[in-house]
C-alpha cells in the first residue's frame, strides 16, 4: 500500500505557537509522513504529542509554521487556512470529530446536519442534497425515521453515525478520524468500527485514525506511526510494529496492553515542549538506556527493517 503514488505527502511540516517573553511551544515539529490512497494510517501518543494539532493542520483547520502538506500533488499549506474552506479541494478532506454531541448543532436535525456540508461545499440543490442524504444514511445504518431527529433525540450510537454520514456525504478522499469511539459505550464502539472498516472497503477511502485505543489501531490499521512532543519516533506496518517495537517508547505504550507481556514503565519527568534545544533526543530523560550520546545528538528517523525509527540504539535493543 505505501508503495503506491501517496494521495498526502507531508514534508517537515512544524506548527509552533508563541507562550510568551519570547519563547515557542514545539507542538510538531519537522514531521514527514505519507498515505497512499486507500490506505489506513493509525496515529498514537499520549496526550500533548501533537495528534490532534497535527490532524488540524492535514484538515487545514490551522495554518503551519513551516514545511509542506502535499495533497494529490498541490501543497495545501500553501494556502491559508481561513481561505482553504471555500477552496475546490476542501469536499476531499473530511474529519469524524471525537464527541458526536458536541460536533452537532443541536438545532439542526440529523437531516439538516448531513445536508449541511452538501449546500455549502458543493453548492448541491436541495432536492439532490437530499436525494444524497439518503443515499448516505443508508451506507451507514441510520434509519430513514432518524432523519428528522434532532440530537438529544438520537442515541450517542445514531449520533456518531450522523456525524459519519455527514463528513462522507460530500464523497472524500480522505477522512480524518480524532477518537471516533471515545465518548461511546463499549458496545456500541465495536459496531461502529466495523461500519468505518466496511466503508472504508466499499468506497476506498484513506483514514487518519487518532485514537489511544491501540488495539483498535491495531486492528483498523494499515500501518502506525508513533509521536512523542511533537516528533514523529516510529512508523512502519501495524502488525510488525505491534510485535517488534524498535523505539524504547512504542514498546513502553505496547507493553500497557493486556496480554502484551511485562509493563515497561517509564520514570523521569517529561521534557518540556517550549524552546527544546534541537541536539537533544526528546526522549532523554526518560528512556531506560538514555546515554549520554542521546543529550548531544537527536537521533534522525532511518529505516530498521520495515519501521523507521529514530533511536540511536534500536538496532541493539531489538537485536
Do not use: W
Not at 440529523?110 to 442524504?133: N, Q, S, Y
Not at 456518531?160 to 480524518?176: E, M, N, Q, S, Y
Not at 506496518?237 to 517495537?245: A, D, G, L, T, Y
Amino acid at each position: 500500500m505505501p508503495d503506491a503514488a501517496p494521495l498526502l505527502q507531508l514534508e517537515r511540516v512544524q506548527r509552533r505557537f508563541p507562550v510568551g517573553g519570547g519563547r515557542v511551544l514545539h507542538a510538531v515539529d519537522d514531521l514527514s509522513l505519507s498515505l497512499a490512497p486507500g490506505e489506513s494510517l493509525g496515529l498514537v501518543g499520549e496526550s500533548g504529542c501533537g495528534k490532534s494539532t497535527l490532524v488540524r493542520l492535514i484538515a487545514r483547520l490551522l495554518d503551519t509554521s513551516g514545511g509542506r502538506i502535499v495533497f494529490d500533488g498541490q501543497d495545501l499549506a500553501a494556502e491559508p487556512a481561513r481561505r482553504f474552506a471555500k477552496a475546490p479541494q476542501r469536499h476531499e478532506i473530511q474529519m469524524v470529530f471525537q464527541d458526536p454531541t458536541d460536533s452537532l448543532n443541536p438545532r439542526f436535525t440529523a437531516r439538516e446536519a448531513i445536508r449541511e456540508p452538501l449546500t455549502l461545499l458543493t453548492k448541491t440543490g436541495r432536492a439532490a442534497a437530499d436525494a444524497r442524504v439518503d443515499e448516505v444514511a443508508e451506507q451507514v445504518g441510520l434509519p430513514a425515521a432518524l432523519l428528522s431527529r434532532f440530537p438529544h433525540q438520537l442515541s450517542g450510537g445514531q449520533k456518531a453515525r450522523v456525524g459519519i454520514a455527514r463528513a462522507l456525504a460530500v464523497k472524500p478522499r480522505l477522512l480524518i478520524l480524532d477518537e471516533p469511539t471515545a465518548a461511546l459505550d463499549v458496545s456500541v464502539q465495536a459496531v461502529v468500527l466495523q461500519l468505518l472498516e466496511r466503508l472504508r472497503d466499499e468506497l476506498g477511502l484513506s483514514l487518519l485514525f487518532v485514537s489511544h485505543d491501540l488495539n483498535v489501531v491495531r486492528l483498523l490499521t494499515d500501518r502506525v506511526a508513533v509521536m512523542y512532543l511533537g516528533k514523529l519516533i516510529e512508523i512502519g506496518p501495524s502488525e510488525q510494529v505491534f510485535r517488534s517495537p524498535k523505539h524504547p517508547y512504542t514498546q513502553s505504550l505496547i507493553s500497557a496492553i493486556p496480554g502484551q507481556g511485562p509493563r515497561i514503565r517509564l520514570s523521569g519527568e517529561v521534557s518540556s515542549p517550549i524552546d527544546p534545544p534541537p541536539q537533544v533526543c526528546r526522549f532523554h530523560g526518560r528512556c531506560p538506556r538514555g546515554e549520554d550520546r542521546c543529550a548531544r545528538e537527536a537521533p534522525p528517523l532511518r529505516p530498521l527493517g520495515q519501521q523507521l525509527v529514530a533511536c540511536h540504539f534500536a538496532d541493539a535493543a531489538t537485536a
